[in-house]
């Protein structure tokens, strides 16, 4: 029998004045019972399409996400906004679709309104996972060329950049490439660059030690972006966590390592591996209209 992929319902949510792609992949666990829904942040310029992989590999719960204004489906921010207020975004997303209680996944970028949510939102959250992220401003920086590259949201554009570069960028193998690709969609200028200033000045240092989740920190141990010390740091500071570092694992673990990484998070959850075959990289049709909105909104395709 085929691989069939779970494909999420995908929607507009609005939070004040601005409208948010959403999607929920209903959870296909059916001898364990219902298990805690996840929500789940993607790192910078990523849609949400990109999550689709990690949601085939890891079923059997609800999984809550959604696009950044200016990223993949939902349009250009009308004014800057911080972690907190994506943290706020997302509370209201999981009310209005009848999520209460959640655990939490933050990717790189996505570790910041994670963290920020496990702090504002301390009456929802269970669990905190944290894979490839830092406290926020006082990180220790990656590897200044794979930096460098990260200014702009030319890897999301420029295939044959993302190929060329994919090694010096994340720090896993140039295989890992049609993983993250196969469901790419270009951001905004507008839209990345506001979310780049999002983090600007923002630490979660102040309040960790009031978050009282179980927190779970994944590290890859050849992370050219985010190096493994952040890890080590959040370590120390939260009260409740464990630290685990994949070995050879470059920035973008949760794709090019999957199986393995989904291995660590169930164990953490205390659940049992599902029964469900590997999931191959699979072309969500809802990409195809993404594709169309995002060059509406940068008709030129590339960056100047």
């Given at each position: 029998m085929s691989f069939q992929p779970n494909l999420p319902r995908i929607f507009f949510s609005k939070f004040g004045n601005q409208k948010l792609r959403t999607a929920i992949w209903t959870g296909v666990d059916k001898g364990y019972g219902?298990?805690?829904p996840l929500l789940f942040f993607n790192g910078i310029g990523a849609n949400l399409e990109i999550a689709q992989l990690f949601?085939?590999?890891?079923?059997?719960?609800?999984?809550?996400?959604?696009?950044m204004p200016g990223v993949g489906g939902s349009p250009d921010p009308t004014l800057p906004y911080r972690p907190k207020w994506v943290a706020r975004a997302a509370r209201q997303i999981l009310i209005d679709n009848g999520y209460h209680r959640v655990d939490v996944l933050g990717v790189s970028w996505g570790?910041?309104?994670?963290?920020?949510?496990?702090?504002?939102?301390r009456d929802m959250i269970r669990r905190l996972v944290l894979c490839a992220t830092s406290p926020g401003w006082t990180m220790v920086p990656g590897n200044p060329r794979a930096l460098s590259k990260m200014a702009s949201p030319r890897r999301y554009i420029d295939r044959d950049f993302l190929k060329k570069n994919f090694e010096t960028l994340y720090g896993d193998a140039a295989t890992g490439v049609g993983d993250f690709s196969v469901n790419m969609v270009p951001p905004s200028i507008k839209g990345y660059l506001f979310q780049l200033g999002a983090m600007a000045g923002w630490s979660a240092i102040p309040f960790i030690r009031r978050i009282r989740a179980k927190t779970l920190i994944i590290m890859g141990g050849n992370d050219q972006i985010v190096p493994v010390i952040n890890g080590r740091i959040l370590h120390a500071l939260y009260r409740r966590s464990r630290l685990e570092v994949i070995d050879g694992a470059g920035h973008l673990f949760l794709l090019t390592r999957r199986d393995e990484t989904v291995e660590i998070i169930r164990d953490f959850f205390g659940e049992p591996e599902m029964p469900f075959p590997h999931a191959e990289p699979v072309e969500v049709p809802s990409v195809a209209a993404s594709i169309v909105h995002a060059n509406d909104r940068n008709p030129k395709g590339a960056l100047a």
């Open positions: 219902k298990r805690t949601a085939d590999t890891f079923t059997g719960r609800d999984i809550i996400t959604f696009d570790g910041g309104p994670a963290q920020q949510f496990a702090h504002t939102n």
